[in-house]
């Protein structure tokens, strides 16, 4: 006699394994794009830092010292100038208005908890749902999307850069695939929510993102349960340093972005 499984044993474990897939690969998905989008934020603080080196051995002073005494938009259109294949795709932070002076947004955005906010049409303007609402939106070579906020004071860092790391790719959240920036008067750049002696006091926590040069610190800033996006502003930070906002020895991108998903 020859050993055999029977169509019921074969069926059966086929089932197991399709159980067992259909619960591991979702996470095994959400791991590598988590990868992906890990490895693109590296690539844009990278950019950005040798952007402000290079700015500072040009023009003598750093981006912070140039954009306190600059319009926004000036500064903005230099400093894009240093993008690896510049592309300006609007001169306002919300698009172009239409005939009825309605802004229609570039595209949808979220905040970390995955929660839509005025990403569609606004005839406000300023309320661009990203934070960094002063400058025109700028692209580059990779796809990757900036946007820059006010101009700081004399003595302070800035401005503020927003920057979506995959463009209008997927999943557009706050702290997943969109960061914000600080330019330092030392001629650097340091993730929001990173601490330095030239940072401004203000704190921004306007629901309408429409705030002043500021700089957000601590955990209170990278949460992921609010609906208010500006606390997820300081999620750079953690970001970078790959460390959980809350849990000692977990990591950011699969620990605490494995949280974000499953919520």
Same mark, same amino acid.
């Given at each position: 006699m020859k050993k055999a499984f029977t169509l019921a044993e074969v069926l059966i474990t086929l089932g197991i394994i399709g159980v067992v897939a259909a619960m591991t690969l979702?996470? /095994?998905i959400n791991k590598t794009k988590n990868k992906e989008l890990h490895t693109a934020f590296l690539k844009t603080y990278s950019e950005l830092g040798q952007i402000a080196l290079l700015f500072k051995a040009e023009h003598g002073i750093s981006v912070a010292e140039y954009a306190a005494f600059s319009n926004i938009n000036d500064t903005a259109d230099l400093?894009?100038?240093?993008? +690896?294949? +510049?592309t300006k795709l609007s001169d306002d932070a919300m698009g172009t208005p239409n005939k009825d002076g309605v802004y229609e947004g570039l595209y949808a955005m979220n905040s970390l908890n995955g929660q839509a906010f005025s990403g569609g049409p606004n005839t406000g303007g300023k309320? +661009?749902?990203? /934070?960094c609402d002063d400058s025109g939106i700028y692209s580059n070579n990779r796809g990757e999307i900036f946007i820059f906020n006010n101009a700081p004071q $004399?003595? =302070?860092?800035?401005? @503020?850069?927003c920057v979506d790391v995959n463009g209008k790719k997927g999943p557009n959240r706050f702290g997943a695939d969109y960061f914000l920036f600080i330019f330092t008067i030392d001629g650097g750049v340091i993730p929001m929510g990173q601490e330095h002696d030239d940072n401004t006091d203000y704190v921004c926590n306007s629901g309408s993102g429409d705030c002043n040069n500021f700089s957000n610190e601590g955990n209170t800033y990278c949460d992921k349960a609010s609906t208010n996006y500006t606390k997820n502003a300081s999620c750079a930070y953690y970001? /970078? @340093?790959d460390e959980h906002p809350l849990i000692s020895g977990r990591d950011y991108w699969? $620990?605490?972005?494995? =949280? @974000?998903?499953r919520r």
């Open positions: 979702p996470t /095994l400093i894009s100038k240093y993008f +690896s294949g +510049s309320d +661009s749902s990203f /934070l $004399d003595g =302070e860092n800035g401005p @503020v850069i970001a /970078l @340093v699969q $620990d605490f972005l494995g =949280e @974000v998903y």
